[in-house]
DNA sequence: CGGTATCCGCAAAGATACTG
DNA sequence: CAGTATCTTTGCGGATACCG
């Protein structure tokens, strides 16, 4: 059947304002949440759809349209034998990255503690660790990770005071850690100690155990409990 | 009549992560905008709904609950013998300008050409004006304005590369800039000069006319058409 | 002036079934 | 796996009426 039903007017502020036009490409619900995920590398669909529970298909197929016309993102296909399609950020989609990480420094503040029925995206810590990193406390430290949390796997370098992370395409590193999202979430936010997970065993090292002391260090984020009262 | 219909149950993304936190308390439509007006100073009611066109008494009231609620904003009333309500960001409400400020770098790229029936705000250009400040450029300029559009009175104070905007409670200024805020735009993108406006009256100068000049290039903005190619 | 209440039409979001 | 199609529900837009 032919393609039907294109833009009926794409509800817009009609205001001269780049706030304004900014809401107007990425305001609606979930684009921002996609950009997030996005932000750790191109995704398949249905990893998407994992990554945001309860977007609903048809939602989702609309929003990346919408991103993929707005020159924000772009489906390509895998050359074989993968084959597989995925979406991911152009130059203009990486450069929303302020956008959110601003929006979660704000938001940080309200985390509280987790809920049981709260869903934790390894997405969004591997991102949330990325705006935690300051060079000023971590000097001229060098380090290789690949952190495998689920089927995910991100390469993690930190050189020179940077910092970056990538999604797949995993090649040789120092330290190898595997563990899943709740204890990396634990870790981050201070309530798990490494020592401690890697004697309950929460957490696997391939290579220097010591490494995840200093891991620990590098991304450390703010606990909940420090920002109820401030 | 008893207050009715408390929140139905907010739709939340039920993740715990802080960029979905964010988009909780403040992703709903017009709420950005809201704070945005209220970054420039407190607001009255009818002030605020002439400053989004197109949101409906009903929902403003609506965003305005739920932002005092959340602790974002506060409702005063003012001594007599004003005695009107205004609504003012709180410390946390305020916090959030550099969430605005970084979606506004980010859509400033698509604001093209202004079209015939897009909204001109005030506040957002005085926003758009502390935001695009960079003291690096000015070095240790020290002014002091009092800018009029239309019924509003802003106090714009620059001195030690920092820059401060406020509006009402005008006080002593070096010079006062009267213009309609389509001349302010024009301005400020670079589509119309200082000595243009000035001479065709479409500014009013009290004080020094040739501060107008240095206004101009402490506060210009990227023009739409060297955005278009970049 | 500073709102609240209501009603209506429509667009966006949610849920689920289904197909190449 | 990568989406469409379809149906239901909720939220928004716009108008207007009303009240302290």
Redesign the pocket.
């Known amino acids: 059947?032919?393609?039907?039903?294109e833009r009926?007017?794409?509800?817009s502020?009609r205001q001269y304002c780049a706030v304004a036009r900014g809401l107007d490409l990425v305001g609606?619900?979930?684009?921002l949440l996609i950009v997030r995920d996005l932000l750790t590398g191109p995704k398949?669909?249905?990893?998407l759809?994992a990554g945001l529970p309860?977007?609903?298909?048809?939602?989702?197929?609309?929003?990346?349209?919408e991103l993929e016309e707005q020159r924000i993102l772009k489906?390509r296909v895998l050359p074989p034998p993968a084959g597989?399609?995925?979406?991911e950020l152009t130059d203009l989609g990486k450069s929303l990255e302020p956008v959110v990480t601003a929006l979660g420094r704000w938001g940080h503040r309200f985390l509280g503690t987790r809920s049981e029925d709260e869903f934790l995206s390894a997405n969004a810590y591997v991102l949330a660790m990325r705006a935690a990193f300051r060079s000023d406390a971590t000097g001229t430290a060098t380090e290789t990770y690949e952190l495998r949390i689920g089927d995910q796997v991100f390469d993690i370098r930190v050189a020179d005071g940077r910092c970056s992370t990538r999604e797949g395409q995993p090649s040789v590193t120092d330290h190898v850690l595997k563990m899943d999202i709740s204890t990396l979430s634990a870790l981050l936010h201070g309530q798990l100690l490494p020592k401690e997970a890697l004697t309950t065993g929460r957490i696997e090292v391939e290579g220097d155990a010591a490494a995840l002391e200093r891991f620990v260090k590098l991304f450390a984020l703010p606990s909940p409990e420090q920002l109820l009262m401030a």
Chains 1, 2 share one sequence.
């Open positions: 059947m032919a393609r039907q039903r009926p007017t794409a509800r502020y609606q619900r979930w684009t398949r669909y249905k990893d759809l309860g977007i609903g298909t048809n939602l989702l197929a609309a929003r990346l349209r489906r597989s399609t995925v979406y």
